[in-house]
């Protein structure tokens, strides 16, 4: 049974500065207006980062704006949210950001049903050459799509 999948937002600077080298979907624990305000779209992964912590994962940097038609109730923006996965998932990464030095990254965010999901990421940071050689590399594809849209006119 397939549920339907909105994908709300895709955190793209971490496929940028990172390498993702394992995956994994959780919920999130979010309030009333919070969900309200990630259906509308209203989020933003500027430097969030997960941190493994007393055997639960804790998103924080993660913003979600106050929810427009909120009122004196309305969520705070920037706190610490707890992520919802299974014990053993949760041990298999903090073991390895704690052994190899990696660091949990969220990847995107989606509603999945009526859920809010996450999709985060053991990931370990890319160097400046490797940063510029994706730049490099995105510059060609740019161009060659431009020289075949030429050569079809």
């Known amino acids: ?3 339907d999948i909105k994908l ?3 955190n ?3 496929y940028f500065n990172y390498e993702i080298l394992e995956e994994l979907e959780c919920g999130i624990s979010l309030v009333g207006t919070e969900v309200k305000s990630v259906r509308e779209g209203r989020v933003s992964f500027s430097d969030s980062y997960i941190i493994p912590k007393d055997g639960k994962l804790i998103l924080t940097g993660f913003i979600i704006q106050p929810y427009s ?3 004196i109730f309305n969520h705070e923006s920037d706190r610490k949210r707890m992520l919802l996965a299974h ?3 949760i041990k298999k ?3 390895k950001v704690n052994e190899k030095g990696l660091t949990i990254v969220p990847l995107s965010i989606y509603i999945k049903g009526n859920l809010v999901k996450m999709n ?3 990931a370990r940071g890319k160097n400046v050459r490797d940063k510029k050689e994706a730049i490099k590399e995105k510059d060609l594809k740019i161009d060659a ?3 075949l849209r030429e050569m079809n006119y």
């Open 87 to 89: 014990k053993d998932e």
């Open 8 to 10: 709300v937002q895709k």
């Open 145 to 147: 799509r431009r020289q």
């Open 1 to 3: 049974m397939s549920k």
């Open 69 to 71: 038609h909120g009122n």
């Open 120 to 122: 985060i990421a053991l």
């Open 12 to 14: 793209k600077k971490a």
């Open 93 to 95: 990464f903090t073991r």
